[in-house]
């Protein structure tokens, strides 16, 4: 064993939990949290569990008490504040059930501010269980390490995010049927941005013709293949932040 081991461990596990923490204040976990610290983690008293509660930022807590229901932690030092997270915020057309998880998860990797689940005339889903979605969100940010959380909003019609569109947020129009370089529109616009993602099925001429007038619009095209909303909504992402987001400045 090394004379000054790295703490706390890498491998410490890692949970969203309410807050505000604060050092010395006692949390008390219970149902799937304390399922999981205990029997899959296996933690034991004085291990290093990290804490984070999308306020303060992160902290490195010992487990005070592992009963069978019932985990305390102890938070001890905060180890890093609130990330601040670039203003990016996808909106995509909700899709079927494990292609908008596979959504939810990776935007939350790549480090999404907001996501706002869109319907659309073509959108085969409806409906997105906001439990389910929040714990996905919540289990990748943990996976990937984010301090904070991204806004998850409820689904809401096409007209009514047009309707509400404001200030100097550019609207990245995802079109397969041609824009700018997405890259080239990424680079040129820096600032606040949402992106905009069909379902399955495309967006119809109304709605491309709804989109392409409001002033903030920008059509972008993401190359020459058609890509499944999934597969878009990911590559964009990846796309802006390293043009426009936080991957310009290194790890
Ligand atoms: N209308 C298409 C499929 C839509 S793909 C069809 O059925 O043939 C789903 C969404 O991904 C699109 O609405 C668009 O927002 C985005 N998309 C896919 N490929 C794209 C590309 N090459 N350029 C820009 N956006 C693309």
């Not at 301090?147 to 809401?156: D, I, K």
Request: charged share 25%; aromatic share 6%; net charge neutral.
């Amino acid at each position: 064993m090394p004379a000054t081991p790295a703490w706390p461990p890498r491998s410490a596990p890692r949970l969203f939990v309410p807050g505000p923490l604060a050092g010395g204040c006692a949390v008390t976990l219970g149902g799937p949290q304390a399922h999981y610290l205990g029997k899959v983690m296996r933690v034991g008293i004085g291990d290093a569990v990290v804490l984070c509660d999308d306020l303060t930022g992160e902290w490195t807590a010992r487990v005070a008490q592992a009963g069978k229901r019932d985990v305390v932690l102890v938070p001890e030092t905060r180890t890093r504040p609130r990330e601040d997270v670039p203003d990016f915020m996808l909106c995509a057309a909700l899709l079927r059930k494990p292609h908008f998880d596979m959504v939810l998860e990776k935007a939350t990797e790549l480090g999404v501010r907001r996501i706002q689940p869109l319907l659309t005339r073509r959108c085969v889903a409806d409906r997105l269980n906001p439990e389910r979605a929040r714990a996905i969100v919540t289990e990748a940010a943990e996976q990937c390490a984010r301090t904070a959380l991204p806004e998850l909003a409820g689904p809401v019609k096409l007209d009514a995010l047009l309707r509400g569109w404001s200030g100097d947020r550019a609207l990245f129009f995802a079109d397969e049927t041609g824009g700018e370089p997405a890259a080239a529109a990424f680079t040129a616009h820096c600032g606040p941005a949402g992106v905009l993602i069909g379902p399955e099925g495309g967006f119809d001429d109304a709605e491309r013709a709804a989109v392409r007038a409001l002033p903030q619009a920008r059509a972008i095209s993401l190359g020459p293949r058609i890509l499944r909303g999934e597969t878009a909504a990911i590559a964009v992402t990846a796309l802006w932040m390293a043009c426009a987001g936080d991957w310009r400045s290194g790890g």
